[in-house]
């Protein structure tokens, strides 16, 4: 049998202003002295986990997000590629990161973005990061698709929500997190929130079809009742996720997570 990589990768999923709840998983993970080899994220998870691969820790990264209200983060633009800008994003990563090149980063990092013009799912593990990552957060119709060497890209949740595919083969232990629960929803109205339901209930499929292939997944249910362009929850979204990983480490073997 072939040694694996790493021991323990991290899978994070995408789920907007949700993937507040990613950090609160760290930070449990962090607590029990769970710390991952690797990472791959999707959109919300790709802002997490870049943050995170640079060095900061998960509440230095809610502080970091949550400084300001949800117009810092996606203003209103005239329709013709996206409806909303998400320009206060890109400034933070400007300002934070440390790292500009993939290979710059603490831990390895890879980001799911999907190839318009192609009609596939792309990891990016090598090269400039900041273009990447924000290509992974576009969700179509409410954000401008990001131009990368000639491919137009859009939120890598469109194909893989929960990119487990990158590092599956290279960790010996798998932890994911996913944090786009889909359940009834009373009223449906606006081009903004038909495209975020309808772009949501694509990506919630991908829970079912990927479970077994984790020693541990974290799904918090009651994330259902905050919506995916609502940062001004970060607080409660994180204490979620938090609580959420804490239950669940009752129920596994932590010591097999733990480094060697």
Not at 20 to 34: C, R, S, V
Not at 87 to 104: M, Q, V
Not at 111 to 124: E, R
Not at 167 to 188: D, M, Q, T, W
Request: hydrophobic content about 40%; glycine content about 10%; overall charge positive.
């Amino acid at each position: 049998m072939l040694k694996k990589k790493y021991k323990t990768g991290l899978v994070l999923s995408g789920g907007g202003a949700r993937g507040f709840a990613h950090l609160g998983l760290i930070q449990a993970l962090n607590e029990a002295g769970i710390y991952p080899d690797v990472i791959s994220g999707t959109s919300a998870g790709a802002l997490a986990g870049v943050l995170y691969a640079d060095g900061y820790t998960p509440k230095e990264i809610l502080k970091l997000m949550n400084h300001s209200s949800r117009l810092d983060f996606i203003r209103p633009t005239m329709p013709r590629e996206g409806l909303l800008q998400i320009g206060g994003i890109i400034k933070i990563l400007k300002s934070s990161l440390r790292a500009k090149k993939f290979e710059e980063l603490k831990l390895p990092l890879y980001v799911t973005a999907t190839d318009l013009n192609n009609g596939k799912a792309v990891y990016f593990s090598k090269g400039e990061l900041i273009d990447p990552v924000i290509a992974s957060s576009s969700i179509p119709v409410l954000f401008q698709p990001v131009i990368i060497n000639n491919i137009c890209y859009v939120d890598g949740g469109v194909l893989d929500n929960l990119p487990v595919k990158p590092i599956e083969n290279k960790c010996r232990y798998l932890i994911g997190s996913f944090v786009n629960p889909i359940g009834h929803a009373e009223k449906i109205s606006g081009l903004i929130t038909i495209a975020e339901r309808t772009f949501n209930l694509n990506m919630s499929k991908e829970v079912l079809e990927k479970a077994g292939k984790f020693d541990m997944l974290v799904a918090p249910p009651d994330l259902i009742n905050y919506g995916v362009l609502d940062p001004e929850k970060a607080e409660e979204i994180f204490q979620l996720g938090y609580k959420a990983t804490k239950e669940k480490l009752k129920e596994i073997d932590v010591e097999k997570l733990l480094p060697d």
